[in-house]
C-alpha cells in the first residue's frame, strides 16, 4: 500500500453542482498530480501542485482548479459539473523534479447524473 | 507529442498459461516507463519501473522489457494465477514546468480462468 489517501471514495452528484476531492501525498513527497480516469480509458493528466502552486496543466478547462496546502495535501474542485466529468479521480504522489516511481491513491469515484 | 498504446485491449486465458503484453510508445526519448496494475475501481498499483538504461527488470513473475530505439516495452507474465486478472496499464513520464507528468496507455484487461 501507498501512504497516499483520497476522500471521498464515491460521491454522486448533479450537473451544475460542484465537488471537491482531497488527497493526502506519502510521507517526503512534495508534489501532488491529478488525473482523471474515464470508464475503459487510461488515466489522462489534469494537472500538478508544487509548493503550493500549479505547475503545468493537462487539457482541461478553468473550472477544474486545485490547491495544494503547506502540508503537501491537496484538494480538486471541480465546477459546474457535467455529465461527462464522471470518472475515476486519481492522485499521485511524487517528488518534485524526480522521475522515479509514481504512488497513487485509490481514487474518488464521482458520478454526475 | 508522445502517444502510448496498449494491445491487446482484452485479454482472457487459463490458469497457468504464461502470457505477454505489449506497450509502444511514439517518442523514444523516455526517461523510464512504469508498468501498473489496476483492480476494478481501484488505484494504480506500481508493479515495475524500468530506466532508459536498462533492458529488463524482474519481480517475481513479472519481467519487463524495454526497447527505446523500437519504441516497445513488454510485460512477461509467467504461470498466471486468476488472482492476476486486472488490467495493466504502461506509462512514461513526459517533461513539463521543471516536474513530470506521465503519459498512460488504455490498459490491457486481464482476465485469468481457473
Known amino acids: 500500500e501507498t501512504g497516499v489517501t483520497q476522500s471521498p471514495t464515491h460521491l454522486i452528484k448533479t450537473r451544475g453542482q460542484q465537488v471537491t476531492l482531497r488527497c493526502s501525498s506519502q510521507s517526503g513527497h512534495n508534489t501532488v498530480s491529478w488525473y482523471q480516469q474515464a470508464l475503459g480509458q487510461g488515466p489522462q493528466f489534469i494537472f500538478q501542485?508544487?509548493?503550493?502552486?500549479?505547475?503545468g496543466r493537462g487539457n482541461f478547462p478553468p473550472r477544474f482548479s486545485g490547491l495544494q496546502f503547506p502540508n503537501y495535501s491537496s484538494e480538486l474542485n471541480v465546477n459546474a459539473l457535467e455529465l461527462d466529468d464522471s470518472a475515476l479521480y486519481l492522485c499521485?504522489?511524487?517528488?518534485?523534479?524526480?522521475?522515479?516511481?509514481?504512488?497513487f491513491g485509490e481514487g474518488s469515484r464521482l458520478t454526475v447524473l | 507529442k508522445q502517444e502510448v498504446t496498449q494491445i491487446p485491449a482484452a485479454l482472457s486465458v487459463p490458469e497457468g498459461e504464461n502470457l505477454v503484453l505489449n506497450c509502444s510508445f511514439t517518442?523514444?526519448?523516455?526517461?523510464?516507463l512504469q508498468w501498473f496494475r489496476q483492480d476494478p475501481g481501484k488505484g494504480l498499483t506500481s508493479l515495475l519501473l524500468?530506466?532508459?538504461?536498462?533492458r529488463e527488470q524482474t519481480s517475481g513473475r513479472l519481467n519487463a522489457s524495454l526497447d527505446k530505439s523500437s519504441g516497445r516495452s513488454t510485460l512477461y507474465i509467467a504461470a498466471s494465477q486468476p488472482g492476476d486478472s486486472a488490467t495493466y496499464l504502461c506509462a512514461v513520464p513526459r517533461r513539463i514546468s521543471g516536474t513530470y507528468k506521465y503519459i498512460f496507455g488504455t490498459g490491457t484487461r486481464l482476465k485469468v480462468l481457473a
Open positions: 524500468i530506466q532508459s538504461s536498462q
Open positions: 499521485a504522489s511524487s517528488s518534485f523534479g524526480k522521475v522515479g516511481e509514481l504512488f
Open positions: 517518442d523514444s526519448a523516455i526517461y523510464n
Open positions: 501542485y508544487y509548493r503550493e502552486e500549479e505547475n
